[in-house]
């Protein structure tokens, strides 16, 4: 379960965000992937960081079927998620 506590080393939440979507599509080795797994469960920003890629590929897989989104278009979805989870208004006007 997450500490909800950063690790002290930015450089581990960085390499585990680099390879996120490995994780998500399931594309790593075994040892990788424990690896990865242990680090989400003790820390919550990068756990939150994953839901969120996560359920935009999700979204876009539902939208679209097509595997990943074009940049801009993830960017947009992203935007509006984090405004949502910020209680900020969401544009529901502007197309994504």
Same mark, same amino acid.
């Given at each position: 379960?997450?500490?909800?506590?950063?690790?002290?080393?930015?450089?581990?939440?960085?390499?585990?965000?680099?390879?996120?979507?490995?994780?998500?599509?399931?594309?790593?080795?075994?040892?990788?992937?424990?690896?990865?797994? @242990?680090?989400?469960?003790?820390?919550?920003?990068?756990?939150?960081?994953?839901?969120?890629?996560?359920?935009?590929?999700?979204?876009?897989?539902?939208?679209?079927?097509?595997?990943?989104?074009?940049?801009?278009?993830?960017?947009?979805?992203?935007?509006?998620?984090?405004? @949502?989870?910020?209680?900020?208004?969401?544009?529901?006007?502007?197309?994504?």
């Amino acid at each position: 379960m997450s500490s909800g506590h950063p690790h002290e080393q930015k450089s581990e939440c960085s390499s585990v965000l680099d390879r996120l979507y490995e994780y998500i599509d399931d594309e790593m080795a075994d040892d990788d992937c424990a690896t990865i797994q @242990a680090h989400l469960d003790d820390c919550a920003p990068c756990l939150a960081e994953y839901g969120l890629e996560q359920a935009v590929k999700s979204l876009v897989h539902r939208s679209c079927g097509c595997d990943t989104a074009p940049d801009q278009l993830r960017l947009k979805i992203l935007s509006k998620i984090r405004r @949502a989870q910020d209680g900020l208004p969401v544009d529901s006007g502007e197309r994504v």
